[in-house]
């Protein structure tokens, strides 16, 4: 992935999150909540790349060695993730841990297929290693995503059924 790919992607995302911020209503507070759900996530997400990279399940090429493109992609990663947890919100406020727990399990189903279309279009931005196990590694990433990233927004952001929605 080159730096070019890595700011449209990322720009891309910026866009996507800004429609979600409108369409679920998100208050300021809500934001900054999933703004740090998408914050830990990133991390999650930078150390589950890491070791998927040293286990050889799969291989993304991060550019260690320019420190710009980390931050890039670790910013790009984040931002990517974010409308996730004002959607989870929503869904958690509607439906409770349940609808958090369907959510879930629908997202760690088609996040790996997604994946395989991203790595078989675009294979210098990811391979992944034959078998079942990379599918595996690529769906428990992905519930890790959803819940850690869930979690830390309601920390932040507080209870999604104590939260009014905005008029």
């Not at 959510?103 to 760690?108: G, H, K, P, Q």
């Not at 519930?143 to 979690?151: C, F, S």
């Not at 932040?156 to 059924?161: L, T």
Request: hydrophobic share 55%; aromatic share 14%; with cysteine.
């Amino acid at each position: 992935m080159t730096t070019l790919e890595l700011i449209i992607v990322s720009c891309a995302y910026l866009v996507a999150l800004i429609v979600v911020v409108y369409f679920t209503r998100a208050t300021s507070r809500r934001v900054v909540g999933a703004f740090a759900g998408g914050a830990a996530v990133g991390v999650f997400g930078m150390g589950a790349i890491v070791l998927g990279n040293t286990l050889e399940v799969w291989r993304v090429p991060i550019f260690w060695i320019r420190p710009y493109f980390v931050v890039l992609f670790y910013l790009g990663l984040a931002i990517s993730v974010t409308p996730i947890y004002l959607v989870t919100w929503r869904v958690v406020r509607r439906f409770g841990w349940r609808g958090l727990a369907v959510f879930t399990c629908i997202v760690a189903i088609i996040g790996p297929p997604r994946d395989y279309l991203y790595a078989a279009r675009y294979p210098a931005w990811m391979v992944f290693a034959p078998g079942v196990g990379p599918i595996i590694a690529d769906g428990l990433a992905y519930v890790g995503i959803v819940l850690i990233g869930h979690a830390v927004m309601c920390l932040v952001a507080g209870d999604s059924r104590a939260d009014g929605l905005r008029k």
